[in-house]
């Protein structure tokens, strides 16, 4: 892909991750386009339906947390997981109904894109060793328990009609932060 064509569709996804979660998506491919600054015939090319731009803005998220593991990987900090958990819980309130329409359109993100579920999975894991040698975690916790755990915040978040108040969906992502940590001696 060409440079300019790579920095079109990356504001695409920008635009349309930050339309979808603050005016929902209903919000039309033409007028994505117009709010990116790009051409609607740019847009149907990257994204031929509503459902490929939503599928797209998913993945892009989850690669944005995979990178954001790296980064985090590359610390010190031996609750880096926290770090990390939060910014996936607060990434899944954000984009509640991209991950709803997905799972109506019976999408799934792990078989649509494994590599990067399995690149989130690990980085996961390899912070949850890390805290684990820290005894900052509790020591039965295995990573699959983590990532149904942030599935679950997922749920609860929507159950609680949070997904609108960072402030309600950062509470509820705590508590369940606080259950992963080590009972209190």
């Known amino acids: 892909m060409r440079a300019d064509a790579r920095r079109n569709r990356e504001r695409v996804l920008r635009t349309a991750q930050q339309l979808f979660a603050t005016e929902g998506l209903g919000i039309s491919l ?6 990116a600054g790009v ?7 990257h ?5 490929a731009l939503y599928l797209a803005v998913a993945i892009d998220q989850l690669r944005q947390l995979v990178m954001e593991g790296e980064a985090l990987a590359d610390t010190d900090d031996p ?7 939060s910014r996936m819980m ?8 991209v991950k709803s329409a997905l799972t109506a359109a019976e999408f799934d993100l792990r078989s649509a ?14 912070l949850l060793e890390r805290a684990h040698s820290a005894g900052v975690v509790r020591p039965d916790l295995a990573v699959d328990e983590v990532m149904a755990l942030v599935a679950g915040a997922f749920a609860a978040i929507r159950h609680a009609d949070a997904e609108i108040s ?11 932060l606080d259950g992963l940590r080590p009972p209190p001696r």
Not at 39 to 45: E, L, Q
Not at 47 to 51: A, D, G
Not at 79 to 85: D, R, Y
Not at 113 to 126: E, F, H
Request: aromatic fraction near 4%; charge should be positive.
């Open 166 to 176: 960072r402030e309600r969906s950062a509470h509820i992502a705590q508590i369940i």
């Open 79 to 85: 609750a880096a997981l926290f770090t990390l958990l």
């Open 30 to 35: 033409d007028e994505i386009a117009r709010r």
């Open 90 to 97: 607060a990434s899944g309130a954000e984009n509640a109904a």
């Open 113 to 126: 894109a494994p590599n990067v579920a399995t690149d989130l999975t690990r980085q996961v894991a390899g």
């Open 39 to 45: 051409g609607p015939g740019t847009v149907h090319r």
């Open 47 to 51: 994204f031929p339906t509503k459902e």
